[in-house]
């Protein structure tokens, strides 16, 4: 399984444009194939700071959906929202175990 964990730093004042638009890429990445989870976490003591939590079955998956045109609309939409670029970092899932 690899899980990657997408930092999010917002400027305040597109918070809500960007939970918006985090909804519409998380309803639609759940559909994919190889998708075993995309979960959007705000941070609670500071409400501009998000991480996009992805995980699936294989690198393929992972670049199946870099190439969707959900993701592609999400990204284009939402860069100019951001208080600083995102920083992507990639895991390999060890548990739980799915085969």
């Keep these: 399984m690899r899980v990657t964990m997408v930092h999010v730093s917002v400027k305040p ?43 699936y079955a294989s690198l393929e998956d992972v670049a199946a959906h870099k190439r969707t045109l959900h993701y592609h609309t999400w990204r284009e939409v939402v860069e100019p929202w951001m208080a600083q670029p995102r920083e992507g970092v990639v895991y390999q899932g060890l548990f739980p175990k799915i085969d």
């Design 13 to 55: 004042e597109r918070v809500s444009d960007f939970i918006e638009a985090c909804r519409l890429n998380h309803e639609a990445s759940v559909q994919e194939p190889g998708n075993y989870r995309f979960d959007v976490l705000q941070l609670e003591q500071e409400p501009t700071r998000f991480v996009l939590y992805e995980a």
